[in-house]
């Protein structure tokens, strides 16, 4: 029976302990240390199971030095979601730089490119200043073109007399 990607080695194959046998700690692969030390876990367990029913009855205890230093960390993750009943409609929030910056930045782009369509920045004059001379370069070769052919015609009118 295949077992999978890998060959079994001649040495010795893989076992694997079920659900059952990790729960008892009779697993084959586990070290004794280790049922040793999942022993003393649980006996602290149980003895933290009786203290917290004499705690909840006192005020709740704070971990490590929390209870004497009241600092703000400004690292700590915030949380982000308020909910609709905790959230204060007349508090507005602070942008952070980045996200002031970007909006900087979208209104400048925005009132640049009004300008742009009035035609009131040098470069929408430049590009204005370009077009009338293309267009009138354009107009100046149709006209030729149209020239060229009368007088294509007339020749061969002539031509025919």
Not at 56 to 72: A, D, H, L, W, Y
Not at 131 to 157: F, G, N, S
Request: proline share 4%; hydrophobic share 25%; no cysteine.
């Amino acid at each position: 029976m295949g077992r999978g990607k890998f060959k079994g080695k001649p040495t010795g194959r893989r076992q694997f302990s079920t659900p059952e046998e990790m729960m008892a700690g009779t697993s084959a692969n586990r070290p004794r240390t280790f049922k040793k030390e999942v022993a003393e876990v649980e006996e602290e367990d149980n003895f933290e199971e009786e203290s917290e029913e004499e705690s909840e009855e006192e005020s709740e205890k704070v971990k490590g030095t929390q209870g004497v230093i009241q600092i703000e960390n400004p690292n700590l993750a915030k949380p982000k979601n308020l909910k609709a009943r905790d959230a204060d409609p007349e508090k507005t929030t602070e942008l952070s730089r980045r996200e002031r910056e970007e909006i900087e930045k979208q209104r400048a782009h925005e009132r640049f490119m009004r300008l742009q369509e009035q035609g009131k920045t040098e470069q929408a004059r430049k590009d204005l200043e370009r077009l009338a001379l293309i267009r009138q370069q354009r107009a100046d070769a149709a006209k030729k073109r149209e020239e060229e052919k009368a007088a294509k015609e007339q020749k061969k009118t002539d031509a025919r007399k």
